[in-house]
């Protein structure tokens, strides 16, 4: 039943991201990004973690190349940090910056592993915050002068290109609860924060696409909410997950593939902006042709119609007196019962098969990458040195069932990047919680597979799931 194969050249990868594993925070004409900023704000994050060394895959980049490679992996999802290669958000690239990335990429192609670049995973030059950052509509034209220098530099050799990663978390986690950097806490900010990641996307898409080959394929990774009313039966609770799927998932594909803004979001906010910040041709501008389509799943929320707004919130995004849901304080968020990850995000892998069934129907034609999946789990080493993690494994096999069945029924999905790669900087948590595939000790950065990543590896090479219980 649960065995079966996924379709041919399907890429099996990993994903990391700049901020969370390159550390050398100060080097190479490196500036401040706002992840550093807030990271270094007491409080902001658990244990005062910073990313400063990270994994410091900066100066292990090789060797982790060659890892990948010995896993038996296929791609790799990594992400370019702008204030690298672009330190104040403005004028002429470092040359040093887009070393690091040209050799990372080198070094991939070397090994026969696609590289799949991100250009904005969360790292804003803090040039660029104070100014105003994405609240601010520059920060759009700013993105696509920096889209264009990356693809300068890098345009023959790297194929799948992505805009941004989960601007939801940028805009909503940034500048409406705070749990993100920059952590502001203002709602109609966040709001502006939304429309200018969709105007940077459309910006940054045309930026690549008049300087690419047309081999290159540009896409955006999102992260849609699976949003299920806590009683369908309630119409109260239909219309509290019509509101959050408005601000989690249509506030960014209303623009992206179809050129507006829903109605519903425009009402359900009304009262606290009157959208004026909207440009007039900016949704039109956000509509690029998308070549793909990344889907990264985690949890679906469950959510209840709550009068009053003393509601408990346990919806996972950290811990803040403020929404990052403008205009949805009557919403209250359930934790499904049954098993939860170390986050404390339960289990559920039908969301992922769902999402991938209505994106495949939302966008027609749009090839689909599963372009973050995954879980933390307080992994140890055990006394011979090995990682066993039968959670994790577990994790990776229902997930990656849901992803064939989604297949089956003729979602075209083409690949699978599993997060992450190795244990890194976990953002406001620090590196408390373990999301790789190889575990990471961040006293001696030695790597250490553990059991699922060798699960992971061999279901990469032989393109099948075994049946669960065979590791
Ligand atoms: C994603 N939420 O972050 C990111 O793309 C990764 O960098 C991150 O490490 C990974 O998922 C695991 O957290 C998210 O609160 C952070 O809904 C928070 C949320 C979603 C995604």
Redesign the pocket.
């Known amino acids: 039943m649960s065995s079966g194969s996924f379709p041919p050249g399907f890429l099996w990868g990993s994903a990391t991201?700049a901020y969370?594993v390159e550390g050398a925070a100060g080097e190479g004409g490196r500036t401040p990004s706002i992840w550093d900023t807030f990271s270094r704000t007491p409080g902001r994050t658990e244990n005062g973690d910073t990313g400063d060394v990270a994994c410091d895959h900066y100066h292990r980049r090789a060797e982790d190349v060659a890892m990948m490679a010995d896993l038996g992996l296929t791609a790799y999802r990594f992400s370019v940090s702008w204030p690298r290669v672009q330190p104040t958000g403005r004028g002429p690239a470092v040359q040093r910056g887009l070393d690091f990335y040209r050799a990372l990429v080198d070094d991939l192609l070397d090994h026969g592993i696609t590289p799949a670049l991100t250009l904005y995973?969360w790292d804003l030059p803090q040039e660029l915050e104070d100014a105003g950052g994405w609240p601010e509509r520059d920060t759009a034209y700013r993105f696509a002068e920096y889209a264009d220098l990356v693809a300068e530099a890098l345009d023959d050799r790297v194929e799948l290109w992505t805009t941004l990663?989960?601007p939801w978390?940028s805009a909503f986690?940034g500048y409406g609860s705070g749990v993100h950097a920059p952590g502001r806490t203002d709602p109609v900010a966040a709001l502006r924060a939304a429309h200018h990641l969709n105007l940077a996307h459309g910006l940054g898409t045309q930026a690549l696409r008049s300087r690419l080959p047309a081999k290159a394929k540009i896409g955006i990774s999102l992260?849609p909410s699976v949003v299920r009313p806590l009683d369908p039966s309630s119409s109260a609770d239909l219309d509290a997950a019509r509101r959050i799927d408005a601000l989690a998932n249509r506030v960014f594909t209303g623009p992206l593939l179809h050129g507006a803004y829903p109605p519903d979001l425009l009402a359900d906010t009304a009262h606290l902006t009157d959208w004026s910040f909207v440009g007039r041709d900016d949704e039109k501008l956000s509509k690029q042709r998308l070549d793909w389509l990344g889907i990264?799943y985690?949890t679906p929320a469950v959510v209840s119609h709550a009068p009053g707004d003393d509601v408990p919130r346990t919806d996972?995004?950290?811990v803040s007196d403020h929404s990052p849901w403008p205009g949805a304080d009557t919403v209250a968020f359930h934790q499904p019962p049954g098993e939860r990850t170390a986050?404390g995000w339960s289990i559920d892998p039908s969301g992922l098969y769902e999402l991938l069934v209505q994106y495949g129907q939302d966008a027609p034609g749009v090839p689909l990458y599963v372009t973050?999946n995954g879980a933390a789990y307080d992994d140890k080493p055990e006394a011979d040195g090995t990682v066993q993690d039968p959670e994790r494994i577990a994790y990776l096999h229902a997930h990656l069932d849901a992803v064939r069945r989604a297949v089956a029924v003729g979602a075209d999905v083409r690949g699978y990047f599993l997060?992450?790669l190795m244990d890194n900087f976990?953002?406001a948590y620090g590196y408390g919680k373990r999301?790789g595939a190889v575990h990471v000790d961040f006293a001696t950065q030695k790597r250490t597979p553990k059991a699922s990543a060798r699960w992971y590896g061999e279901v990469a090479r032989e393109g099948v799931l075994p049946p669960l219980g065979q590791e």
């Open positions: 991201a969370q995973h990663n989960e978390c986690l992260n990264n985690y996972g995004h950290g986050m973050e997060w992450s976990e953002w999301f």
